[in-house]
């Protein structure tokens, strides 16, 4: 329906093509040389492709649960990292508005406990989790095919009890 929010990874996926098309870089090269470089992150990234090469917006991308923590660390820190603005305050401001629904841009807006959240959920049970008013970022890795615990929010929710 349209004028509804409806979650769709499509639209993450034309946002990575549409970055290929206008930097005559593909997402991974455009993001190692402005996102990931300057917060440290230069390990062997991975991150699955589309059979015309795009990288996929959506999903695909293999990150080591220290390098998520630093994604959480730069938005709670509103885009800067080591004293530089990575990415600008007004798109990070931007992202965290929840803009119905409980979505901003590409992360999910929660409460945890007393504490507003931002929550990057990622294909197979991956979390990234920050609480900007405790300065805490908090991940999870799963296998979401084990289906025990496929909504890591009891878990953090037990977390934040015990430390908060």
């Known amino acids: ?38 917060i440290g992150i230069s390990n062997n990234i991975k ?34 990292w080591d004293n530089n603005q990575i990415i600008p305050k007004e798109w990070i401001v931007g992202s965290l508005k929840d803009y119905g629904d409980g979505y901003g841009y590409h992360v999910w807006i929660a409460r945890i406990k007393d504490f507003s959240a931002f929550v990057a959920a990622g294909y197979g049970g991956q979390y990234i989790v920050g609480i900007p008013k405790l300065d805490l970022v908090i991940v999870v890795t799963s ?22």
């Open 143 to 164: 296998n979401a095919e084990l289906r025990r615990y496929r909504n890591p929010r009891y878990i953090i929710d037990k977390f934040i009890n015990i430390f908060y």
């Open 1 to 38: 329906m349209f004028g509804q929010f409806q979650y769709n990874t499509a639209n993450s996926h034309l946002l990575s093509a549409i970055i290929t098309r206008t930097s005559n870089m593909s997402t991974q090269e455009f993001a190692e040389k402005y996102l990931f470089k300057p």
């Open 47 to 80: 991150w699955m492709k589309d059979p015309q090469g795009i990288n996929i917006g959506g999903y695909g991308l293999q990150l080591r649960p220290r390098d998520m923590a630093k994604f959480g660390f730069l938005y709670i820190n509103q885009g800067v």
